[in-house]
């Protein structure tokens, strides 16, 4: 009995052995594996550092007047200002949603809700500051497209979020709360201003 006759398993005298076509045996077309490195782990980690600080002081500044900043209730009257209508509900949920994603993101914890979060915040910044001029906007710019590649990349492998769902299909997650994100920020513009 030769070599390979040993690997298969005897057929029945009813049973046709299966067609193969000219192949021997079936193997499973080989795909490039992507293999993510520690420099972009580490890179990750920095983008999120950076964003979840920045982003972190000044929901602290506008939530509980920390940094410098002057609490919830200047908060609101600055939301009244620009023609938000509800403030006294409103600058509580933003400087929540702003404080609390930023600590998330750099935790690495709940990564795609929390950079939603941050989006939606700093979203709604860039509108109001539109017609400044780019040196107005060009922070919160630079602090909503972190929050992007943050949103679709993940949070990396130095993050809470590793054994999640959402850590291991980024681009589905991202994409979905991507969506809420700019629903949100329709919605805060169109509905509440």
Known sequence: ??????????????????NYGSTLAYEEPSRPVAAWHGGADLG?????????????????????????????????????Q?????????APALGYAEFGGAVLIVLGLFTPLAAAAVLTVVGNTI????NGGLSEYELAAALAGAAFAVLFAGPG?????????????ALAY?????????IA???????LR
């Open 44 to 80: 990750l980690l920095g983008l999120r550092l950076m964003l979840g600080g920045l982003v972190g002081v000044h929901g602290a500044q506008r939530t509980f007047g920390w940094f410098g900043g002057h609490g919830l209730g200047d908060f609101a009257k600055s939301l009244q």
């Open 157 to 169: 492998r130095i993050s809470l979020d590793r054994p999640t769902p959402w850590y291991r299909h």
């Open 127 to 130: 509108i109001l500051q539109w």
């Open 1 to 18: 009995m030769s070599t390979f006759e040993t690997g298969l398993h005897h057929l029945d005298d009813d049973e046709e052995e299966p």
């Open 174 to 182: 991202g994409t979905s709360l991507f969506s809420v994100a700019v």
């Open 82 to 90: 620009a023609g938000f209508k509800y403030t006294d509900i409103l």
């Open 185 to 191: 920020v329709a919605a805060l513009q169109l509905l």
